[in-house]
Nanobody
Framework: VQLQASGGGLAQAGGSLTLSCVASSRTFAMGWFRQVPGKERELVASIGPTVTSTGYDDSVKGRFTISRDNAKNTVYLRMNSLKPEDTAVYYC????????????WGQGTQVTVSS
């Protein structure tokens, strides 16, 4: 499965951005990770096959919302109340089948939040 991410950019603190990731075919679960230089990539949000099967890192709970449109094989990450510490390269990832790990990755998209 190929993943194509888009939507990164520059935002001011308190602002919003929406990331999108289109998969070339159906996936079981999708997620958004982020990475800053010198640190490990961390899982920010994930969504399973149903819209209610979501999970968030504590650092983004209440501010970020992950959603998916299965008809379009697309996952979104709506990021509100952005903070400078949200600055990172964001990656979308997919689990192709139930029980798989994150075995398909998109290219990163830079998100920069200015104070």
């Amino acid at each position: 499965v190929q993943l194509q991410a888009s939507g990164g950019g520059l935002a001011q603190a308190g602002g919003s951005l929406t990331l999108s990731c289109v998969a070339s075919s159906r996936t079981f679960a999708m997620g958004w990770f982020r990475q800053v230089p010198g640190k490990e990539r961390e899982l920010v949000a994930s969504i399973g096959p149903t819209v209610t099967s979501t999970g968030y890192d504590d650092s983004v709970k209440g501010r970020f919302t992950i959603s998916r449109d299965n008809a379009k094989n697309t996952v979104y990450l709506r990021m509100n109340s952005l903070k400078p510490e949200d600055t990172a390269v964001y990656y979308c990832a997919a689990r192709i089948e139930h029980g798989n790990g994150w075995n398909s990755w998109g290219q990163g998209t830079q998100v920069t939040v200015s104070s």
